[in-house]
């Protein structure tokens, strides 16, 4: 590393890394000592990203073109990150040693989920430059320590109280009101973790299911809500904060299954929860991403719901709506470059592809034309009405086909990016690709998701 304040320049330090197989990526040199708080990290350097999930793999796919390398820790061989990373290391979360080889091929180190074992991330901290720190992590891993913090930032959450007892249940159920919420303090995600009561007769049942006072629980009161938001935030080590436009979310199963982006809220709701995620992000001094899920209320009013101290789900619509897409933007706030503006381009729907929808998807990319793959129907397509309309192109996980109708605008005014992650096996509600659905209007968007049955079976909540 240089000692004036930035870290990771071209030429120091820093090796042309090869796929694991191959050649390896090399470490610092002995002695050498890992960047400090604040340092800029700049292109040429290598990013180590603990977990080789899909969002790894993208945030690998953005940081590259802006000339970064990445190494990835996950126990998967062949992980989707590991598939588009400089090196592979596989092993265990937990595997001190791993981690140990983690920090010296790194010049920083990211994660891409958050439940990370917290000896690993104690030692990363002290063998390498961790911006993100530990303290998020520690907040964000428990409901409690969660909701605590977002209540000192001075934004809303729902009512909720702490169970210890199935007594206390039935007490916090009576105060709180039915229908009501259990979940685990920690762990769970996408609906995991967690029980609906809807009567007191299902209280005992609950309990049971969640563990019987063998981890800690949380009781929260049912809030009836008009919409799900969520607003990203980016805040960089000096200080920067920039927020992403806030996406309308729709779950099926507890699982995310369309984002809509502009938001069909009023204005000043969505300048509120946008408000709501930069007060979050600097309050709990963020740095990367963090991921602000919110409901809305029949008359306006937001109770924030969970974080996340990553890129999310709810985010990949700015792969090519926004300026600058989440991915890109969490590489350079955990870098301490300026963060890219976050514009939106264009009006857009994201919607994922789960294991059960691969087939349908292929069957419907095996058509003779499937519509609006490759044509140009979105507000930021206008200036490639001029290209050539036979032009197809397919790099890394993105594809575009080449069909457009005669005024070069996508068949419905729909133009359809397609990104798929990699994964091995097509499991039923595994996350497998998203696709985000460029458009003039979020509702031509909607309808091409039903006309085109991929989704069929999906009912939403």
Request: hydrophobic share 40%.
């Amino acid at each position: 590393m240089s000692g004036d304040g930035v870290a990771g320049k071209a030429g120091i330090g820093v090796s042309m890394n090869e796929k694991s197989g191959g050649g390896t990526t090399q470490p610092r040199q002995a002695g050498q000592p890992a960047a400090s708080a604040g340092k800029r990290i700049l292109p040429g350097a290598t990013i180590g990203i603990l977990g080789g999930g899909q969002l790894g793999r993208m945030m690998a796919l953005a940081g590259s073109h802006l000339g970064y390398r990445f190494v990835t820790l996950d126990p998967t061989p062949d992980s989707p990150c590991g598939q588009v990373a400089s090196r592979q290391l596989t092993a265990a979360y937990n595997d001190v040693e791993a981690a140990c080889t983690l920090a010296e091929l790194s010049d920083v180190i990211t994660y891409e989920f958050e439940n990370v074992d917290a000896r690993v991330t104690e030692l990363l901290e002290r063998e390498c430059y961790v911006p993100q720190g530990s303290g998020l992590l520690y907040v964000t891993q428990h409901r409690l320590r969660e909701k605590r913090a977002i209540e000192a930032a001075g934004v809303k959450v729902a009512p909720y109280e702490e169970i210890v007892s199935a007594s206390q249940l039935r007490e916090a159920a009576a105060r709180l009101g039915l229908p009501c919420v259990l979940k685990t303090a920690t762990g769970g995600y996408d609906g995991k973790g967690q029980r609906v009561i809807r009567a007191e007769d299902e209280l005992e049942a609950a309990y049971e299911a969640l563990g019987r006072g063998k981890v800690e629980l949380v009781l929260e009161k049912w809030i009836t809500f008009e919409r799900e938001l969520s607003v990203i935030a980016a805040r960089s080590p000096s200080g920067e904060v920039r927020t992403f436009p806030a996406a309308e979310n729709v779950h099926v199963d507890n699982i995310l299954h369309l984002s809509i982006v502009p938001a069909r809220v009023p204005q000043d709701v969505i300048a509120r929860a946008e408000e709501l995620a930069r007060r979050i992000a600097e309050a709990l001094g963020v740095v990367g991403l963090v991921a602000v899920e919110m409901f809305v209320t029949a008359g306006g009013e937001l109770f924030v719901n969970e974080l996340a101290p990553r890129p999310h789900n709810s985010g990949h619509y700015t792969m090519e709506a926004c300026v600058t897409s989440q991915f890109e933007q969490h590489v350079r706030a955990i870098c301490d470059l300026p963060l890219g503006p976050t514009t939106l381009r264009t009006p857009v729907v994201m919607v994922n592809v789960l294991g059960e929808h691969v087939e349908p998807l292929l069957s419907w990319l095996a058509s003779a034309e499937p519509e609006g793959f490759g044509a140009c129907g979105g507000a930021a397509c206008g200036a490639a009405r001029t290209a050539d309309a036979a032009s197809a192109a397919v790099a890394g996980n993105a594809a575009e086909g080449s069909r457009r109708d005669a005024a070069g605008n996508g068949i419905g005014g729909v133009t359809v990016k397609l990104h798929l992650y990699g994964k091995h096996e097509a499991k039923d509600k595994r996350k497998m690709g998203h696709i985000n659905l460029l458009t003039d209007d979020v509702e031509k968007a909607l309808a091409w998701v039903e006309r085109t049955g991929i989704w069929r079976e999906q009912k939403r909540e």
